[in-house]
């Protein structure tokens, strides 16, 4: 099962302003009565972008000059609240292919990580002199770097981090773990065989 | 060297580093439910795995339950197909149900810890973020995504990094009126939403000593309210006591034994933290929250915080929750009209909740105009409520009794906020749209709260309503 190594994402971004942006608004619950993924991503901010009578709330999302962004930007502790992958597939699904935040929420990160979007983490004035950028000009080109650990839009960089681990993972093409976990089976059950709790069931 | 328990628990149950530099972790128990489990179904079948060890992962059904109607099909077609979902792939993997018919159904925190499945020294695992309540028992015990729920199904195992450990003592004794909810209120109050990010809690100090095994419990379950994804209290004789002669529980040639091993587990006395952080029983009041996650919040008798008066990265936030909810900043948040009052969820939905909710209701009524929900977290809960006589104390008071599930705590049931309407919830969430109406409003109180403003029809001090002194 060989993956995608990714080392670089290329693409327009959109500045989504919040702290502590949860998951509940990233995709309201009622959204994940469903059993698969698909379709989920245009539930992305929903309750956001979306009066209840379906008009249209102001919302970057909703702006046409922001289309096809690749990039969300967003403030700190990006993605916390509930351990539903169903909110990093919707953005996937949306289109998002990274997300940078001053900080992230750790399942969020987590899940995001395994299904191939980069979560970056950048200092707060630099993702406002980014979104500056991109208020300026939607059009304007981000590329993320992960091996130079930057961001670069227009002539301007800025260093933009991953954990060590999660930056190996991704470049390497190994941000789904499923198949190093399989590798070693009969570890597991060595280790399984030792836990009194785990031999009694 | 002296260790803590999440290092002894991490290395019992440590099978590799991986090449990125993760730990693959056993993970001795799974959890699961009919919202985060299907697609990783699909997952598996997609990729021709198997289960690897059926027998330890438990499923049960509590997010999207009707909690006024248990007749099937559901009314809610989408419910419905969740449910048959679950059900089918039990039956296919041959993975032990907790269904509705069982009479041993529930919130899966509610239901892993009442039948014993949850015990000291163990990992855990559920696609579901209050997994963290399970640390109540000494388990170290993670809310995981549904990839990870394929990643358990298929290996037993997870990519996982060690979090570093936060000591928190809580030291005293708490005022009457004042809950493990308001302890943990208080906490993230003051560490902050995304304080615990990195980190496991481990919570302790004479407060803790103290506590029931359910109120650990309530306090372990929001710790990734705090940010940390990890909570947990070191066993002992209270943990032991709960867990004897429950059905899962070691039985009575094992007991000694087991008890001996999970003792073992707790953190060495002289062992050393990442962090300390001390707070005192008695400078913690009844805390509710005035804002949009639950960090943002105050005691009863204080103010609505004025955002100019805030750190100035906590500003904005706060501008937007108080146009949410619709509060003056600098005024009392005590006298604020209440349309719903909700008591349950996997926070505040067992028995000991009832059980002291009820000795203060009975014999009172609820106030005109306000529904007051009554959700037993589990089957078990509620069975057992009935033959007490608390349901019928609840219902004489106005209150609804109703069946086991998760409710109003998320929208995804028909238990759910209309428009603008404001509750008085004993859950663990208060962020936007969280109850099911995206303008909504929701206050977080612990469940004797929830009563007086059930009773009274607004936000007000329980001590006050009931006398408590």
Not at chain 2, 11 to 25: F, W
Not at chain 2, 28 to 49: C, K, N, W, Y
Not at chain 2, 152 to 169: E, G, S, Y
Not at chain 2, 370 to 385: R, W
Request: proline content about 5%.
């Amino acid at each position: 099962m060989a993956l995608e190594k990714i080392t670089q994402v290329t693409g327009r971004g959109v500045y989504v302003p919040g702290e502590d942006i949860d998951t509940d608004r990233i995709i309201p619950a009622r959204f994940m009565k469903c059993i698969t993924f698909d379709g989920l991503g245009e539930f992305a901010f929903y309750d956001e972008r979306k009066a209840a009578d379906g008009s249209l709330k102001p919302h970057p999302l909703n702006e046409e000059r922001y289309v096809g962004a690749k990039f969300l930007l967003s403030g700190s502790n990006f993605g916390c609240g509930s351990s539903r992958e169903h909110a990093p597939q919707a953005l996937y699904r949306y289109g998002f292919r990274a997300v940078i935040a001053e900080s992230f929420a750790e399942i969020f990160f987590g899940n995001s990580i395994t299904l191939g979007m980069p979560c970056a983490v950048m200092a707060h004035d630099d993702i406002q002199a980014l979104a500056g950028l991109i208020e300026s000009d939607p059009a304007i080109l981000i590329t993320l770097d992960l091996l130079e650990g930057k961001v670069t839009a227009a002539d301007m960089d800025f260093p933009a981090t991953l954990p060590p681990h999660a930056k190996e993972a991704l470049v390497q093409g190994k941000w789904d773990a499923i198949a190093d976990l399989l590798e070693s089976v009969d570890e597991i059950k060595n280790v399984a065989s030792g836990l009194a709790y785990f031999k009694a069931a | 060297m002296s260790k803590t328990l999440l290092d002894k628990v991490w290395e019992a149950h440590t099978v590799r580093k991986l090449p990125n530099g993760a730990t693959q972790l056993l993970i001795g128990t799974h959890l699961i439910h009919e919202v985060t489990s299907p697609q990783a179904f699909g997952m598996l079948r997609d990729l021709g795995l198997k289960v690897l060890y059926p027998q330890r992962t438990f499923a049960t059904v509590d997010h999207i339950v009707p909690t006024d109607e248990r007749e099937e099909p559901f009314s809610d077609p989408l419910a419905d197909e969740m449910i048959k979902a679950l059900r089918a792939n039990c039956d296919e993997f041959g993975i032990k149900f907790f269904d509705l018919p069982t009479g041993a159904q529930g919130i899966v925190h509610i239901v892993g810890p009442e039948q014993g499945i949850t015990q000291p020294g163990t990992t855990i695992a559920c696609g579901d973020s209050h997994t963290s309540t399970h640390g109540a028992f000494g388990a170290i015990a993670f809310g995981i995504g549904t990839s990870q729920v394929r990643d358990v199904l298929a290996t037993q195992t997870m990519a996982l990094h060690k979090p570093k450990v936060r000591r928190i003592n809580v030291d005293g004794k708490l005022a009457p009126g004042v809950y493990a909810k308001d302890v943990i209120l208080h906490i993230i109050r003051k560490l902050g939403v995304n304080g615990g990010i990195g980190y496991a809690y481990e919570y302790g100090g004479s407060t803790f000593d103290n506590f029931t095994q359910e109120e650990r419990m309530t306090v372990c379950n929001m710790s990734i309210e705090g940010g940390a994804r990890v909570g947990y209290v070191n066993p002992d004789d209270t943990t032991f006591d709960y867990l004897k002669g429950r059905p899962f529980a070691p039985k009575a040639e094992e007991w000694d034994a087991a008890v001996a091993r999970w003792r073992s587990f707790a953190s060495d006395p002289d062992a050393t933290y990442d962090d300390v952080v001390n707070f005192r029983a008695e400078d913690i009041g009844p805390t509710i929250t005035w804002g949009i996650n639950p960090g943002q919040a105050i005691f009863i008798d204080e103010n609505v915080p004025t955002p100019a008066e805030l750190p100035e990265k906590d500003r904005a936030t706060a501008e937007e929750a108080l146009v949410h909810m619709n509060l003056a900043p600098g005024k009392p948040i005590k006298g604020t009209k209440v349309d719903v009052a909700f008591l349950g969820s996997c926070t505040n939905g067992r028995l000991s909740d009832l059980t002291e909710v009820a000795r203060f209701v009975k014999g009172r009524k609820v106030k005109d105009g306000v529904k007051a929900i009554v959700v037993p977290g589990s089957q078990g809960v509620s069975q057992i409520a009935e033959k007490m006589g608390l349901a019928e104390i609840f219902r004489d008071a106005g209150f609804e009794w109703r069946g086991a599930g998760c409710s109003m705590c998320l929208g995804m049931n028909p238990d759910k906020l209309v428009g603008h309407q404001l509750c008085a919830s004993s859950s663990n969430r208060n962020f936007k749209g969280r109850q099911g109406s995206p303008t909504g409003r929701t206050v977080l109180m612990s469940p004797i709260m929830v009563a007086a403003a059930a009773l009274t029809g607004e936000i007000t001090d329980a001590r006050e309503v009931f006398d408590i002194k």
